[in-house]
């Protein structure tokens, strides 16, 4: 990409999901069970809610460290960053292109499935919860079209599904943590459409607010489960983050916490998906190389 139009994506303003949500027009107000007590979300423009679609949920990582700043894994490519004080990650937003997939350039896994995952959030990256929201793309077949949803999940509890996404269409997602809870929303720029919801950290688990990611997911981590689908290259734009104490920073901040890259690899180690450069801790795409 030009490198003129990375840094113009780095000027876009940013909107806590708190605020951004009481700006986002009314739409159909719901609940979804999620593996756990029914919670509230809201969707606004043509996206609704797709209860009967059940989305292969995150799996957390277990990255092998090469260099002090690159890591391996099986199921995530892309860049974390992981706090290294007192200081927490209080939000995290990002923008990215939801990635045309190529189901005729795709393997299945053992399920039939080749799955493409893409999305931001908080915790995963050394504990075992995640909050996050993005969109899923995945091919049940090397002849036909792609299936596109767009989801959040409480990781243990499953993701929720919601229809009205496209390849091409800009996304902007933000998790915030507010008081004891994590708002998550998600709004499709392109079509003005979207969802938010107000989530609690999930019975049982602790939600740390450790870590920060902006990831490409293989959900079958590596396994013949769920191929990862041809999805070529995703761009990631005007990535921030917000320390507990207030201050913004990018994914690069030495003096509050660790960035690594992240690179997916197969069970031969073999590349299947890696990032590219990190331009002033906001900006980066990834490549995809093979399924698995």
């Given amino acids: 990409m030009n490198r003129r139009l990375w840094i ?15 700006a986002l027009p009314a739409g159909a107000v719901g609940q979804a069970a999620a593996n756990g007590p029914a919670r509230s979300y809201r969707t606004f423009g043509s996206m609704r809610a797709a209860p009967s679609v059940h989305l292969a949920g995150t799996r957390l990582p277990h990255p092998a460290r090469v260099t002090s700043s690159l890591v391996k894994s099986s199921n995530w490519s892309g860049y974390a960053s992981v706090i290294k004080t007192s200081v927490t990650i ?9 990635p045309s997939v ?3 350039r795709s393997t299945l896994g053992t399920t039939g499935s080749a799955y493409d995952s893409t999305w931001a959030g908080l915790d995963g990256f050394g504990d075992n919860t995640v909050e996050q929201e993005g969109v899923d793309g995945f091919c049940t077949s090397t002849k036909g079209p792609p299936s596109y949803f767009a989801w959040y999940e409480m990781f243990p509890n499953a993701p929720v599904a919601f229809t009205g996404v496209s390849p091409g269409d800009a996304i902007s997602v933000t998790t915030d943590k507010v008081g004891p809870d994590w708002v998550l929303t998600l709004h499709d720029l392109t079509t003005g459409s979207g969802f938010t919801t107000t989530q609690p950290c999930p019975s049982g688990a602790r939600c740390r607010d450790a870590s920060a990611e902006v990831i490409t997911e293989d959900p079958g981590s590596a396994t013949p489960f769920f191929d990862l689908a041809d999805f070529a290259l995703v761009n990631h734009t005007a990535i921030v983050l917000h320390a ?3 201050v913004l920073r990018s994914l690069v901040a030495p003096t509050l916490w660790n960035t690594d890259e992240i690179e997916m690899i197969d069970g031969s180690g073999h590349l299947m998906a890696v990032p590219g450069t990190l331009y002033a801790g906001q900006a980066f795409n990834i490549g995809w190389s093979r399924g698995s």
Avoid at 90 to 98: H, K, L, Q, R, W
């Fill in 90 to 98: 209080s939000e995290i937003t990002a923008d990215f292109t939801v």
């Fill in 102 to 104: 190529n189901c005729a």
């Fill in 244 to 246: 507990s104490t207030g």
């Fill in 8 to 22: 113009a994506a780095l000027a876009v303003p940013v909107l806590s999901a708190a605020s951004l949500a009481a």
